[in-house]
């Protein structure tokens, strides 16, 4: 068994987010000290119905873990305090999803479900 398989199998969940799937895994350096990787996956679908994913990736190590978790929290936190617990993207999905259906007769919203908020 190779040793990036063993590494693998040390722990790992995965947060499935529409498009997106999170993947954390804890893995070991060459110490057989511990790490955590967190890798985000989306998926791209063409217009031939092709796709492909795009993956970036994060190395978070244990003398980071604490302020890195306060910092998580303090910015969640700011965020529901700021704009509450409702995801306002869904929201504005389905007001377009009302707008395209009452200007056209579309039968998909494909194209709207592969925009990216990242950028908002």
Known sequence: MSERVEQEEIFSQVLRAGRRTYFFDVRSTKADDYYLTVTESKKFTHDDGSFHYQKHKIYLY???????????????????????????????????????????????????TDVSFDDI
Do not use: P
């Open 62 to 112: 244990k003398e980071d873990f604490s302020d890195f978790k306060e910092m998580l929290n303090k910015a969640t936190d700011f965020i529901v305090n700021e704009k509450g617990s409702e995801v306002i993207s869904e929201r504005h999905q389905k007001d377009y999803k009302k707008e395209e259906n009452a200007t056209t007769e579309a039968t998909s919203t494909e194209s709207f």
